[in-house]
């Protein structure tokens, strides 16, 4: 008898504890409700491309508004009062660059102050369409096919290069080369496991970056590239990289180029890259010739020309006659070097047994 007194009091004790939440208003009060927004844009992607230049927004109002706020890029643009109706904006894209820009609404209800937000993002083009360009050979001289070129630059008159290591061999080097024979005077390796990347000259110091590594490392010009004065860790992968005289300038395989400082590494800006069409990627090798940034698209015959202010593509160049003179039994287009004592621009590949001296000239048509 005392069994099944046991077991009756364990089923009404358990069942007062289920029943109990059902009349206890203090379990339930305090659960978070999200608030929808009650100011909204008009288009229902996370993403819309919009060119250059005004963009017109079309904003929902939901409910009546004491104030609505709106943000472009974290920058406050706009700011309404006692809004109750649709209504559109005309919003100048172009303010930020070129890129995926982030956009917000915050909306505040006249009734009782609640806040609520709307975020987005648009995409903004370029209102420039690139000028075509093609390559025109002027001289050709001996490039060593054993460098899987990274990086090339003149300095002082004389030529470096940068190679990397696909096979992992410890052959990944940064040297001096004579332009006459492509051979390298002085050189300076990396152990295996270090793949190194794009090289530029600054005040005498030489920067190589490395592909995953996460390290840039410098070395003495003056002393023939014997000497390793230091290194900087960065994060993501390196690809190219050049300077304008004042700032280093990197890729690292997306759309975006990062301005450094020389004597920290830390990024100062950054941009990113757009055509009319969209962004361009697998930016890879870098250099600065007249004020403008000049890199190599990664497995293309496409060097694009870049305003470094706004990321605009201003000029695309077709090299594709220029790699089916120089690749041979080589790899893809890679290298392009401004001889600033003579004005003249130089082109190679990886595994190329040719460098030359072009020109680029006008041409017809797409790329």
């Not at 929808?36 to 992607?45: G, I, L, T």
């Not at 609520?116 to 001289?139: H, M, Q, T, W, Y």
């Not at 390793?228 to 690292?252: H, K, P």
Request: charged share 20%.
């Amino acid at each position: 008898m005392k069994k099944y007194i046991v077991i009756a009091l364990i089923v009404i004790v358990g069942g007062a504890l289920l029943v109990y939440p059902l009349f206890n208003d203090d379990e339930i009060t305090d659960a978070p409700i999200d608030k929808p927004a009650q100011a909204v844009f008009a288009f229902q992607e996370n993403l819309a491309t919009v060119g250059d230049e005004v963009a017109p927004l079309k904003i929902d109002v939901l409910q009546e508004l004491s104030k609505l706020e709106l943000f472009y890029n974290d920058s406050l643009m706009h700011v309404w009062t006692n809004v109750k109706e649709d209504f559109t904006y005309n919003l100048e894209a172009g303010v930020f660059g070129v890129g995926t820009r982030t956009i917000s609404l915050k909306s505040t209800l006249k009734k009782d102050g609640n806040e609520s937000i709307d975020n987005r993002f648009i995409r903004v083009l370029s209102d420039i369409v690139p000028e075509k360009l093609g390559v025109r050979i002027i001289n050709e001289y001996p490039h060593n096919p054993q460098s899987f070129t990274q990086g090339l630059e003149f300095y002082n008159g004389k030529l470096y290069e940068g190679t990397g290591d696909p096979a992992d061999m410890g052959a990944t080097l940064v040297a001096e080369v004579d332009i006459n024979s492509g051979e390298h005077v002085n050189s300076q390796g990396l152990s295996v496991g270090y793949f190194g990347e794009g090289i530029t000259i600054l005040d005498n110091k030489l920067y190589q970056l490395t592909y995953k590594n996460g390290k840039c490392y410098t070395y003495n010009i003056e002393g023939g590239l014997q000497i390793r004065t230091g290194e900087f860790n960065y994060q993501g992968e390196g690809w190219g990289l050049c300077n304008d005289g004042t700032n280093l300038i990197m890729s690292n395989g997306t759309e975006r180029i990062f301005f450094r400082d020389p004597e920290s590494f830390s990024t100062i800006r950054t941009i990113e890259v757009y055509n009319d069409k969209g962004p361009i990627v697998n930016l890879n090798e870098l250099e600065y010739i007249d004020g403008n940034i000049y890199a190599n698209v990664w497995t293309t015959n496409a060097v694009i020309v870049i305003d470094p202010i706004s990321g605009k593509v201003l000029q695309e160049i077709d090299a594709t006659e220029l790699v089916r003179e120089g690749r041979g039994g080589g790899e893809v287009l890679n290298g392009i070097a401004l001889d600033q004592e003579t004005g003249k621009i130089y082109m190679t590949g990886k595994y190329w047994i040719k460098l030359f001296e072009v020109q680029f000239i006008p041409i017809a048509g797409d790329l």
